[in-house]
């Protein structure tokens, strides 16, 4: 390996950072998508419905339990053999929702757990029913303690979606490695490209976690 | 206003209501006193359904309770409760906690509620706090603003779950002169509390309960002064 080698990267560069533009759309839409399963899931495993309870538990334990990877290959490659076919960045998007969402719900669940049951009893007790208590009540306070565990979770996710090169998602990984492919070498230069670009992006999101962590220490 | 009709109530195994059966009129104040465990708590909360009986009719207003949702929510807002540890909405300023349930639940306009709100903050004497959050008041003051969230939906009956014992004693008398004025406006009310001093002063009758029933009731004088019951005997003997 040469010094001159590393002259790739600006060669590179224009390919990756169209990769990176998926990487951070994708990694948005599951968030997005993770949160609101991950809010519903997690308030149905709180209820007394012992079906809807135990239906959200065995959703959240397989997924867990499970490889990403496998739930990935599941939907992009098993699919289509029930005659249901995803274009990649669906499969990767519905795949990292369903993933985050059992993440989340965990998350969720012990956020509403951490607030005092008289919450909602005084939210009751003005006439509000369960969902306005909810909504108005347990969980902006919720929402607010959770800020740092939901944060990660989200950098996790942002890491975890190079895995989606896998199937052939136009994202950073993918292009690395194509790159890699189509000169037969560099691959120290170009895979050290992609690593500080997920970089760019991890760094200053645990720095703003960070941040919400002390002020929630700080208890204002 | 409120029947009671052989409310009984079990917790597991736990049977904490023994069939209480008792009626509060319009404008009454009825203080309920007894030991830790006697089901004072349990039975304020069965007559707004935070707990729901296991057995026995309640009335309130007229509405016979049932587990419905449109039901419980309607005769909830009829009933206001004040709690031991005032649960304020901590993420709300102050106006902001008297104001959600007027706006969610009664339907009013925002500026319609806070003209109420001001109102009863100069009622409980903090107008000046209106914008301040829960965590920046003394316990004293929170509680007041509890009395005052609970007021705004316009409540007939007003239920208080020992409102002063989580208080430092220079702040429990701030409280009851708040209760006291609310009794003299004509509010019905339900007070578990041993502020004797209350009691005498405000109470229209006082119930004694003991191991889930109610062992003994009167005017406050006769219940305080000249108990019947030994266990009322044995209970007053102590806290007096």
């Known amino acids: ?220 | 206003m409120i029947e009671l009709k052989n409310v009984h109530k079990h917790f597991g195994q736990l049977h904490v209501l023994k069939g209480i059966t008792s009626t509060v009129d319009q404008g009454e104040v009825v203080v309920i006193i007894g030991p830790s465990g006697s089901g004072k708590s349990t039975l304020l909360r069965c007559i707004n359904y935070l707990e729901e009986p296991t057995k026995g009719e309640i009335i309130i207003d007229g509405i016979k309770l049932n587990h419905s949702a449109t039901n419980i929510n309607r005769v909830r807002q009829e009933v206001g409760m004040v709690f031991q540890s005032f649960n304020l909405f901590p993420h709300m300023t102050v106006m902001d906690n008297i104001t959600l349930a007027p706006k969610k639940v009664r339907g009013l306009a925002p500026s319609k509620a806070e003209d109420i709100a001001q109102e009863l903050l100069a009622k409980v004497g903090l107008s000046d706090k209106a914008e301040a959050y829960p965590r920046q008041l003394s316990g004293g003051q929170q509680q007041r603003v509890a009395i005052a969230r609970a007021l705004a939906v316009q409540p007939k009956v007003m239920l208080f779950d020992e409102p002063t014992s989580a208080l430092d004693p220079e702040m429990i008398g701030e409280v009851l002169d708040v209760m006291k004025n609310l009794a003299e406006d004509g509010m019905t009310m339900v007070v578990v509390s041993h502020e004797m001093g209350f009691a005498r002063e405000v109470g229209t009758r006082v119930l004694f309960m003991d191991e889930g029933k109610i062992v003994e009731e009167g005017k406050p004088e006769e219940v305080f002064f000249n108990p019947k019951n030994e266990r009322t005997q044995a209970f007053l003997g102590k806290i007096l």
């Open chain 1, 1 to 220: 390996m040469e010094l001159s080698d590393w002259l790739v990267i600006p060669e590179i560069l224009p390919l990756m950072l169209s990769g990176l533009k998926v990487t951070v759309v994708i990694t948005f839409f599951s968030v997005l998508t993770g949160l609101v399963i991950g809010t519903i899931v997690g308030l149905a495993r709180l209820s007394d419905n012992r079906f809807l309870c135990g239906l959200t538990t065995a959703y959240v334990e397989i997924i867990r339990g499970t490889p990403l990877m496998v739930q990935l290959f599941l939907i992009y490659y098993a699919l289509p053999e029930i005659g249901i076919h995803l274009p990649p960045m669906i499969a990767g998007w519905v795949a990292y929702s369903i993933n985050s969402g059992a993440y989340v719900s965990e998350v969720v669940r012990g956020g509403i757990q951490s607030i005092d049951s008289g919450q909602m009893e005084a939210a009751r007790s003005l006439g509000m029913s369960w969902w306005q208590g909810m909504r108005y009540v347990v969980l902006p306070q919720a929402f607010r303690n959770i800020m740092p565990p939901l944060g990660n979770e989200f950098i996790m996710l942002l890491k975890d979606s190079s895995l989606m090169a896998v199937i052939a998602v136009p994202e950073v990984m993918r292009y690395a490695n194509l790159m890699v492919g189509r000169k037969g070498g560099y691959a120290l230069p170009i895979y050290v490209t992609a690593g500080l670009l997920y970089l760019a992006l991890t760094l200053p999101l645990s720095l703003v976690v960070r941040r919400a962590e002390r002020g929630l220490a700080k208890g204002d």
